[in-house]
Nanobody, 124 residues
Framework: QVQLVESGGGLVQAGGSLRLSCAAS????????MGWFRQIPGKEREFVAT????????YYTDSMKGRFTISRDNAKNTVYLQMNILEPEDTAIYYC?????????????????WGQGTQVTVSS
């Protein structure tokens, strides 16, 4: 049974940092690209960052470049999202997901498995 479990969300002041983790099980983690998405209630789930199977390739949505860093540890079956210089506009539920192949993807519908999400709230 595939499971993706996010952790590390919480309340932080603007300008602060958080590190999200996503622990994967039930599939061969090192064979798959991974991604982070976020969703504000009432809005579409949007792409944040993606990483390929071995971590050599990463891609970010423009507004996160330079502030967020995606990484993975295949020995621990875990993908991370380091978020710095957080802004109130970053407040959302953050989801990790596993895509259908080994590469990167910014397309939501390429992702087959999703975690339950972790809430990030940034106060001004």
């Amino acid at each position: 049974q595939v499971q993706l479990v996010e952790s590390g969300g919480g309340l932080v002041q603007a300008g602060g940092s958080l590190r999200l983790s996503c622990a994967a099980s039930g599939f061969t983690f090192s064979n798959y690209g991974m991604g982070w998405f976020r969703q504000i209630p009432g809005k579409e789930r949007e792409f944040v960052a993606t990483i390929n199977w071995n971590g050599a390739g990463t891609y970010y949505t423009d507004s996160m470049k330079g502030r967020f860093t995606i990484s993975r540890d295949n020995a621990k079956n875990t993908v991370y999202l380091q978020m710095n210089i957080l802004e109130p506009e970053d407040t959302a539920i953050y989801y990790c997901a596993a895509n259908g192949g080994a590469g990167m993807s910014a397309v939501r519908y390429n992702y087959h498995y999703w975690g339950q999400g972790t809430q990030v709230t940034v106060s001004s």
